[in-house]
């Protein structure tokens, strides 16, 4: 069986940073395409950070760049994302998700594209 499992909720100030990580089981990590989302209060399902298997090609939404970043510890099966200057805005339900293969033509972080997915973990930024 898949399974997912978030853990590094938290509540920070503006300007703080927070890792959250993704414990995975039931595959091995390194075979799958890792990524990052997000859902903040009336709005969709958006694409964060996402890092594909094969070519090293990784993907940053405009409002995160130079601020997070995505990783993964292969042997730990564990995927993680560091948030760093945190901003109000940033407040949402983060989850991870993976994907062995992307559809024909699919985009590296579309939701879509996305099979298994975390239970979500709330990140709260203060102003």
């Known amino acids: 069986q898949v399974q997912l499992v978030e853990s590094g909720r938290g509540l920070v100030q503006s300007g703080g940073s927070l890792r959250v990580s993704c414990i995975v089981s039931g595959f091995t990590l390194k075979d799958y395409h890792i990524g990052w989302f997000r859902q903040a209060p009336g709005k969709e399902l958006e694409g964060v950070s996402c890092s594909s298997r094969d070519d090293g090609r990784t993907f940053y939404a405009d409002s995160v760049k130079g601020r997070f970043a995505i990783s993964r510890d292969n042997g730990k099966n564990t995927m993680f994302l560091q948030m760093n200057s945190l901003k109000p805005e940033d407040t949402a339900v983060y989850y991870c998700?993976?994907?062995?293969?992307?559809?024909?033509?699919?985009?590296?972080?579309?939701?879509?594209?996305?099979?298994?997915w975390g239970q979500g973990t709330q990140v709260t930024v203060s102003s």
């Open positions: 998700a993976v994907i062995f293969e992307y559809g024909l033509g699919g985009e590296i972080c579309d939701p879509d594209e996305y099979d298994y």
